[in-house]
């Protein structure tokens, strides 16, 4: 079965630090585009970064620019999404997806087929 599992969500206070994982299970990563997704309650799901499969082209949402990193380990066949100077505007549940793509680019639109069960991100003091 083809399947991200993302980890490391949790409760933070606003300015801090937490960093995303998606591990890929049952499938190689190493051609897979990658994009990092949010949902907050009430709210549409909204694209917050992608990677492209090299990992030579990435992408943001302008809320989380300059606070937000997103890096790529395929030999740990693993997305990584470091968010820093947190605010509590980016609570919500972030979800990982992939997909293949016949360049290398990405984009933050939802055009992925393999999704991952979420993790929560809840910033507050």
């Known amino acids: 079965q083809l399947q991200f599992v993302e980890s490391g969500g949790g409760l933070v206070q606003p300015g801090g630090s937490l960093r995303l994982s998606c591990e890929a299970s049952?499938?190689?990563?190493?051609?897979?585009?990658i994009g990092w997704f949010r949902q907050a309650p009430g709210k549409e799901r909204e694209g917050v970064s992608c990677?492209?499969?090299?990992?030579?082209?990435?992408d943001y949402r302008d809320s989380v620019k300059g606070r937000f990193t997103i890096s790529r380990d395929n030999a740990k066949n693993t997305v990584f999404l470091q968010m820093n100077s947190l605010k509590p505007e980016d609570t919500a549940v972030y979800y990982c997806?992939?997909?293949?793509?016949?360049?290398?680019?990405?984009?933050?639109?939802?055009?992925?087929?393999?999704w991952g069960q979420g993790t929560q991100v809840t910033v507050s003091s």
């Open positions: 990677i492209s499969r090299s990992g030579g082209r990435s």
């Open positions: 049952g499938f190689t990563l190493d051609y897979y585009t």
């Open positions: 997806a992939g997909g293949v793509r016949p360049d290398d680019l990405c984009v933050l639109s939802p055009e992925y087929n393999i």
